[in-house]
C-alpha cells in the first residue's frame, strides 16, 4: 500500500509532491495536463518566479521531483475514490486501482467565461478574472469589468487600484441600488448598461467592446468575476461541504481523518504561491501522522 496518492499535479499537488518525497513516503502522483491555467501567459505573485510562463515552473517542479525516487508521477486521471480499510483506493482514467493510507485531492477549480461572444480569444492575454495576478501588467490602461450588482460594483472599484479609467459594463441592466450608483459616480467608474455584441481585437489584444445598439467603446483589457466549480468530481463524491465552488477544510487542509484537499480547490484567495503552501502545510500535516501510525 502506498502512503499517498495524490490527485491532481497543479502547483499544490507538486508541492505536497516535494515535501512528501523528502520525507522518504512513498507517493503516486496523478495529473491531467491541464492546469486551471492553461490560457495565461505568466504566473505573478510567485517569489523568485515572478512572470514565469506557468507550464514552464511545472516542468521544473516534475524535473526536480525526479531526484526523489519514493514519488512516481503518472499521467492520467483519477477518476474515482472511495474509502477503504486504513485508507482509500482509487481508480485511474487508465484502467489501474491504487491503495493508499491518505488521499490528497489538489484538482483545482474550472473558470466559466462570461457569455460573450469571442471572449476565449482574448482570455490570457487581454481578459482576465484576477486583478492580483495580472492587474500590474494593465496598470494605467482602459480597463473594463464585466458584471453588475455588488460583485460588479465591488469589482469595479477595486480595479480603481491599477488604473482610474475603469468603465463597469453589466451586459444589460446594471442591478445596482442608489448607494452603489452613486459610489461608482464619485469614483469616476461610468456604467455601460448595452448588450455586448462581440470583443473586437488582434492578437488576443483587446482593442474595444462593441454593442448590439451599434457603439463601441475603446478598451484595452477586460476583467471579471468567474463562476466556479470543481475541477473534479471527486471531493463531492467523498462527502465533502463545497460553498461557492470550492471545498471547505479544516487545519492543515483535512477535510476527514485520511483525507485532505489543497490548492484552488479548497480556496477563495487562488493565487499559485498559496497553493503551493498549503500543498506543502497538507504533506506536513500527512507526514505527521504517518510518523506517529508507524511507532511501536
Known amino acids: 500500500m502506498l502512503d499517498v496518492i495524490i490527485a491532481g499535479g497543479g502547483i499544490a499537488g507538486l508541492s505536497a509532491a516535494l515535501i512528501l518525497g523528502r520525507c522518504r513516503r512513498q507517493v503516486i502522483l496523478c495529473d491531467t495536463g491541464r492546469p486551471r491555467n492553461m490560457a495565461s501567459q505568466a504566473l505573478h505573485g510567485f517569489l523568485s518566479r515572478d512572470g514565469i510562463p506557468p507550464l514552464e515552473l511545472r516542468q521544473i517542479a516534475y524535473e526536480q521531483l525526479k531526484n526523489y525516487p519514493s514519488v512516481t508521477c503518472r499521467m492520467t486521471e483519477v477518476v474515482d475514490a472511495e474509502e477503504a480499510a486504513d485508507g482509500y483506493e482509487v ?26 461572444p469571442g471572449i476565449e480569444n482574448f482570455y490570457g492575454r487581454s481578459v482576465f478574472h484576477c486583478p492580483y495576478c495580472d492587474g500590474w501588467e494593465n496598470s494605467d490602461k482602459a480597463l473594463a469589468v464585466y ?93 465533502c461541504s463545497i460553498a461557492g465552488g470550492v471545498v471547505k477544510t479544516a487545519k492543515f487542509q483535512q477535510v476527514h481523518s485520511r483525507l485532505f484537499v489543497a490548492g484552488d480547490a479548497a480556496r477563495s484567495v487562488q493565487l499559485a504561491i498559496v497553493a503551493a503552501a498549503e500543498g506543502a502545510e497538507a504533506a506536513f500535516a500527512i507526514n505527521t501522522a504517518l510518523l506517529k501510525e508507524g511507532l511501536l
Open 91 to 116: 481508480r485511474l482514467e487508465d484502467g489501474d486501482t491504487l491503495q493508499a493510507r491518505y488521499l490528497l485531492l489538489a484538482t483545482g477549480i474550472v473558470d466559466a467565461l462570461p457569455p460573450v
Open 147 to 239: 458584471g453588475g450588482g455588488s460583485a460588479g460594483c465591488d469589482f469595479a472599484l477595486e480595479l480603481l487600484g491599477w488604473s482610474s479609467d475603469v468603465v463597469l459594463c453589466s451586459d444589460g441592466e446594471a442591478s445596482l441600488d442608489r448607494n452603489q450608483q452613486e459610489k461608482l459616480q464619485r469614483n469616476g467608474v461610468k456604467v455601460v448598461n448595452g448588450k455586448i455584441a462581440r470583443l473586437a481585437g488582434t492578437d488576443g489584444r483587446l482593442e474595444r467592446i462593441e454593442f448590439h445598439d451599434g457603439t463601441a467603446i475603446p478598451r484595452q483589457a477586460l476583467f471579471f468575476s468567474p463562476d466556479q466549480g470543481q475541477a473534479s468530481p471527486l471531493a463531492e463524491k467523498l462527502g
